[in-house]
Nanobody
Framework: QVQLDESGGGLVQAGGSLRLSCAAS????????MGWFRQAPGKEREFVAA????????YYSDSVKGRFAISRDNTKNTVYLQMSSLKPEDTAVYYC??????????WGQGTQVTVSS
């Protein structure tokens, strides 16, 4: 099992930036990919971005492409989400996840991002 610890959320004005971090511990050698989902009040959880651990292939939702950048530091078992040009509609709880090569997905506890207009 992989444990995930998120940090970096907060309150920011529209147009501003935030960087989220997600540190993995436990069976980190089993990680295939990590990424982020988000969930706004009254809405379903939606995919934001993902990165593969070995090749660093990156994937983004259309709503964040060009504004968000995902990266990872294998030496620290940490994935980052750099969010720029933030909009009020980006307000949500952001959840980090880790997919192992086999087995179940692990989730972080979530971190709140609030973008004021």
């Amino acid at each position: 099992q992989v444990q995930l610890d998120e940090s970096g959320g907060g309150l920011v004005q529209a147009g501003g930036s935030l960087r989220l971090s997600c540190a993995a511990s436990g069976r980190t050698f089993s990680i295939y990919a990590m990424g982020w989902f988000r969930q706004a009040p009254g809405k379903e959880r939606e995919f934001v971005a993902a990165i593969t651990w070995s090749s660093s292939s990156q994937y983004y939702s259309d709503s964040v492409k060009g504004r968000f950048a995902i990266s990872r530091d294998n030496t620290k078992n940490t994935v980052y989400l750099q969010m720029s040009s933030l909009k009020p509609e980006d307000t949500a709880v952001y959840y980090c996840y880790a997919d192992p090569k086999s087995g179940s997905r692990s989730w972080g506890q979530g971190t709140q991002v609030t973008v004021s207009s």
